[in-house]
């Protein structure tokens, strides 16, 4: 299995398939056992890559939000508090993905999107 960034799309080459990602249509990448699946509203794409590598290739729109998350910042419709620590990220289709409540400070203030539901409580 390939992957490489190609013109803001990811292109995943399989051994039965070639498949092309929007980088705008990905919502999030989830590390779950030994897969990493790609999450877009229609469908959920899985690869045998590490969240280390898709990282090293993706743009600075995506933040690793959690030690088995990647998401995607600009795709997030809210934030819910989850534990002490940790929001649960609400996506289309209600997905969700775990981001710390620590990165995810750090995240919104890199893109002053101060209107993310709880901005405030991740100001504190």
Request: with cysteine; net charge positive; charged share 25%.
């Amino acid at each position: 299995m390939d992957i490489q960034l190609v013109l803001n799309r990811l292109l995943i080459v399989k051994r039965e398939q070639i498949v092309y990602i929007e980088l705008s249509e990905i919502l999030y990448i989830e590390r779950i056992k030994q897969k990493t699946l790609i999450h877009t509203d229609l469908q959920e794409i899985s690869v045998d890559v590490s969240l280390k590598h898709m990282m090293s290739m993706l743009p600075d729109i995506f933040v690793r939000s959690h030690k088995s998350y990647i998401v995607n910042i600009l795709n997030l419709r809210e934030l819910n508090f989850f534990n002490r620590n940790t929001y649960e990220a609400y996506y289309k289709n209600r997905k969700t993905a775990l981001v710390c409540k620590d990165i995810m400070r750090n995240s919104i203030k890199l893109f002053s999107v101060e209107g993310v539901k709880g901005y405030n409580s991740l100001k504190n």
